[in-house]
Structures are given as structure tokens and as C-alpha cells.
């Protein structure tokens, strides 16, 4: 019902809905060309940008500089199919653009959503190291 309601709003359907795992896989696999190897530095490389952008996000001073922090984390997240934090990165982003004030709750939601693709990197590489 949540998911019809979403997609009849114009909205992309919650992280949850779409997908079990915080990352696209399939996305990710095509991405990388089906190289273990690419993708497992591909992932390690957005664990750490990703970080470093969100510490951007909390730290901003200007709305412009959060503008650009968001929008390149939403990028990023694109490129490897996490859609739960480009969904969220693009809300707080639209919301900004529109005129309306930091909301922290976004902000938050944005770093729980990072914080669950981190942990889900950390398992895939660490299994892939044994």
C-alpha cells in the first residue's frame, strides 16, 4: 500500500520496498563490468567518500556548500546503486532548492542511511576476504 501510495505521489519507493540489501547488486555488477575486484574497490572507495561527505553535510556553514555536499553523495550513490541514500540526499537537496530551511531530520536520515551501506560494505568485503 506504502509503495503505491509513493509511486502515485511521484515519488521513488522507499529503500526498504525496492530492495532487501542497502546496494543494488545488480546495479553495482553492472557498474564494475562483473570484476570482483572493481567492485569490491568501488565499494570501499564510496564507504570512505561517503563518510567524508556526510561529515560535509553536518558540518556546512552555507546553504551552498551543503547544496553541493548533498548533491555530490547523491551522485555518488547513484553510481552504485545505493538508492535509499540518493533518495534522501535528493529530498533534503529538492527541499533546500525550494526555498525551505535545513531540516535536521534529513540530515539524520541521511546519515542512518550511509551508516547501513556501510556496514553492509564492510560484511561484503570482509566475506570476500576469507
Request: hydrophobic content about 40%; glycine content about 8%; overall charge negative.
Amino acid at each position: 500500500m506504502a509503495r503505491i501510495i509513493a509511486v502515485e505521489m511521484g515519488q521513488n519507493a522507499p529503500l526498504r520496498e525496492r530492495s532487501r540489501t542497502p546496494i543494488d547488486m545488480n546495479h553495482l555488477d553492472q557498474q564494475s563490468l562483473g570484476d570482483p575486484g572493481l567492485k569490491d574497490e568501488v565499494l570501499r572507495l564510496y564507504s570512505q567518500m561517503s563518510q567524508v561527505y556526510l561529515g560535509r553535510i553536518e558540518d556546512s556553514t552555507s546553504i551552498p556548500k551543503l547544496l553541493e555536499s548533498l548533491h555530490t553523495l547523491k551522485s555518488a550513490a547513484s553510481g552504485i546503486g545505493a538508492w535509499g541514500v540518493r533518495d534522501l540526499a535528493k529530498r533534503a537537496e529538492d527541499h533546500l532548492r525550494a526555498g525551505n530551511p535545513v531540516n535536521p531530520e534529513f540530515i539524520q536520515d541521511i546519515a542512518v542511511a550511509v551508516g547501513e551501506c556501510q556496514e553492509f560494505i564492510a560484511g561484503l568485503v570482509s566475506a570476500g576476504e576469507q
